[in-house]
C-alpha cells in the first residue's frame, strides 16, 4: 500500500463518530488531517449510509442528568468542543430525559462540518495496513475490515476479542395501532411524554416471551463464539433468563400508567422517536438476532403493532477491541507503535459518547505528537478520564468494554448519603475538568504550531 501523505500532520483511519471527533479537533489545534473512510467503496454488515458519523445501532445518547455518568460526559464535552455533541443538540428529536437525535440530520451535518474543514481531507478509500510514518488514530470502529484487524493485530501481537452487539428495529409511525398503544413518559402525567406504550396483559406477556424463546435465531459463522455485551443483551437473550427478566429490564411498566385501567399494565414495550417528524419509532431495548422473518412474526403480536410496518429489523454483528490494559497507554498510544493511537470502541469502551470522548483524546493528542510535543493525560477525576483508567488499569484476562459509570471513577475519599453520590462526582468532575481545560489551552503545549 502507497499512500501519499505530504503536506499532512497526521492520518485518521474510519470516519464514525470517534474519527470525526479526532478530525475535527486536530484541526482545531492546526493540524492539516487526511480522514479516510471506505464507505461507500466497502460498507460493512452494519452500516448503509455514506455519510460520517453513521448510528446504526439506536438514536438516543442517553441520559441528560448532570448527576448521572453519561450525563456528565456530556457537560465534559460541551466544554471542550465536541462537533459531536453540538451537532447532536442542533438534530435533537423528543426523548424525554435522554438526549436523542434525528439519525439522517446528525450524520449529514457531521459530515458536512468535516468535508468543508479547509484542514481535513476526506479520501473514500480502505486502508488494510498501518504503515505510515505520521502519527495514525485508527478509529476504524468495533466493524473494522479483517484485514485491517489483522494488521493491528500484528503490531500488538494480541488476539482480538469480541462480542456481539444487536440493532433494534425501527417501525413506521403510521403503521402503529394508537387505540392500544398510549403516550407518556415515565413519571409524566397520563398523555405526556415522548414515548409511545403497548401495554400487556399477563397472558400477552407470557405467550410473548414463549415465542421469544422458542423463535428462529439466525445463524451465527462457525468460528464465532458469541459473548454478548450485559449492557445491550439481544431481547431474546434476556427472555432465556426467567420468565420476569424484560419485566424488570425493557420491558418495566414502572412509572407508567394505562389509561383503560389506570393501572401500571403488566408489561410494556416502548417506542422512542426516531425523527424529528415522528415518522419512525425505536423499540427501546429491542436488539435482537432473531431471523428477520420471525421478528416480524413475534413483534406483530405486540398490542399496537399487529399491522407494523418495519422500516428496520434487528440484526446481530461483531464487534471487536483490542485488549486495552495490555496495548494501550494512558494517551491511548499503542505500546509496541507509539505512533499510533486507538480510539473509538475499537480501544475497548461501549456507547456512542464513550467512543466520541476517546476520539477526542486521540485526535487531540495525535495533533501534539505531530507538533513535538507531550500528549496529555487526563485526570482521572473526569468522565473522560475514569473511561481511560478503565482501559488501562482494568484486569486484563477479565477485560470487557464499558459505558461510562460512577463505578469507574476514583473513590469520593468521604462518605456521602446514596441520593448525593452522582452530584458530588459530577461537581468534582466538572471542577477538575476545568482545570484542565485552562492549563492545555493556555499551557505551552501549542506554541510550535501557533507561531509557525
Given at each position: 500500500m502507497s499512500i501519499k501523505t505530504a503536506g499532512y500532520d497526521l492520518v485518521v483511519i474510519g470516519g464514525g463518530l470517534a474519527g470525526s471527533e479526532a478530525a475535527w479537533q486536530a484541526a482545531r489545534l492546526g493540524a492539516r488531517v487526511l480522514l479516510f473512510e471506505m464507505k461507500p467503496v466497502r460498507f460493512s454488515p452494519a452500516h448503509q449510509s455514506d455519510n460520517l458519523a453513521e448510528l446504526v445501532c439506536s438514536n438516543s445518547l442517553r441520559s441528560n442528568d448532570?448527576?448521572?455518568?453519561?450525563?456528565?460526559?456530556?457537560?465534559?464535552?460541551?466544554?471542550?468542543?465536541?462537533?459531536?455533541?453540538?451537532?447532536?443538540?442542533?438534530?435533537?428529536?423528543?426523548?424525554?430525559?435522554?438526549?436523542?437525535?434525528?439519525?439522517?440530520?446528525?450524520?449529514?451535518?457531521?459530515?458536512?462540518?468535516?468535508?468543508?474543514?479547509?484542514?481535513?481531507?476526506?479520501?473514500?478509500?480502505?486502508?488494510t495496513e498501518l504503515d505510515f510514518d505520521l502519527p495514525v488514530v485508527v478509529a476504524a470502529g468495533p466493524l473494522c475490515s479483517d484485514t485491517l484487524a489483522q494488521s493491528l493485530s500484528m503490531i500488538t501481537k494480541q488476539e482480538y476479542l469480541h462480542f456481539y452487539d444487536a440493532i433494534a428495529p425501527i417501525v413506521m409511525a403510521d403503521s402503529i395501532n394508537m387505540d392500544k398503544c398510549f403516550r407518556q413518559s415515565r413519571y409524566s402525567p397520563q398523555g405526556v411524554g415522548d414515548y409511545l406504550n403497548c401495554p400487556m396483559n399477563q397472558i400477552e406477556y407470557d405467550g410473548f416471551v414463549s415465542a421469544l424463546i422458542s423463535g428462529q435465531k439466525a445463524p451465527l459463522h462457525d468460528f464465532e463464539d458469541p459473548r454478548y455485551f450485559e449492557g445491550c443483551l439481544p431481547v431474546e437473550v434476556?427472555?432465556?433468563?426467567?420468565?420476569?427478566?424484560?419485566?424488570?429490564?425493557?420491558?418495566?411498566?414502572?412509572?407508567?400508567?394505562?389509561?383503560?385501567?389506570?393501572?401500571?399494565?403488566?408489561?410494556?414495550?416502548?417506542?422512542?422517536?426516531?425523527?424529528?417528524?415522528?415518522?419512525?419509532y425505536n423499540m427501546v431495548g429491542f436488539q435482537t438476532k432473531l431471523t428477520w422473518r420471525e421478528q416480524e412474526r413475534i413483534f406483530q403480536t405486540i398490542p399496537g403493532l399487529e399491522n407494523a410496518e418495519f422500516l428496520r429489523l434487528g440484526s446481530i454483528?461483531?464487534?471487536?477491541?483490542?485488549?486495552?490494559?495490555?496495548?494501550l497507554t494512558p494517551t491511548l498510544q499503542l505500546k509496541a507503535r507509539p505512533n499510533l493511537f486507538i480510539a473509538g470502541q475499537l480501544s475497548g469502551v461501549e456507547g456512542y459518547l464513550e467512543s466520541t470522548a476517546m476520539g477526542w483524546l486521540a485526535g487531540i493528542n495525535a495533533a501534539l505528537l505531530a507538533f513535538k510535543a507531550d500528549p496529555v493525560v487526563l485526570p482521572e477525576e473526569t468522565a473522560h478520564g475514569a473511561l481511560v483508567r478503565h482501559l488501562i488499569q482494568s484486569n486484563a484476562a477479565s477485560f470487557q468494554p464499558m459505558n461510562v459509570n460512577f463505578g469507574l471513577f476514583p473513590p469520593l475519599g468521604k462518605k456521602i448519603r446514596k441520593s448525593e453520590r452522582g452530584a458530588a462526582y459530577s461537581q468534582r468532575a466538572i471542577d477538575c475538568w476545568q482545570g484542565f481545560l485552562d492549563a492545555f489551552l493556555h499551557g505551552n503545549c501549542l506554541k510550535r504550531k501557533s507561531a509557525s
Open positions: 448532570r448527576s448521572s455518568a453519561v450525563g456528565l460526559l456530556k457537560q465534559e464535552m460541551l466544554m471542550a468542543g465536541s462537533l459531536v455533541m453540538a451537532v447532536a443538540m442542533e438534530t435533537a428529536v423528543p426523548a424525554g430525559k435522554a438526549l436523542a437525535v434525528d439519525r439522517g440530520l446528525f450524520s449529514k451535518a457531521i459530515t458536512e462540518s468535516i468535508e468543508q474543514n479547509p484542514l481535513i481531507d476526506v479520501i473514500r478509500q480502505e486502508i434476556m427472555a432465556e433468563r426467567g420468565i420476569q427478566t424484560l419485566r424488570f429490564g425493557p420491558m418495566k411498566p414502572v412509572g407508567l400508567s394505562d389509561p383503560t385501567t389506570g393501572q401500571p399494565p403488566y408489561a410494556v414495550v416502548q417506542l422512542r422517536p426516531e425523527n424529528r417528524e415522528m415518522t419512525m454483528h461483531r464487534n471487536t477491541f483490542v485488549c486495552a490494559p495490555e496495548v
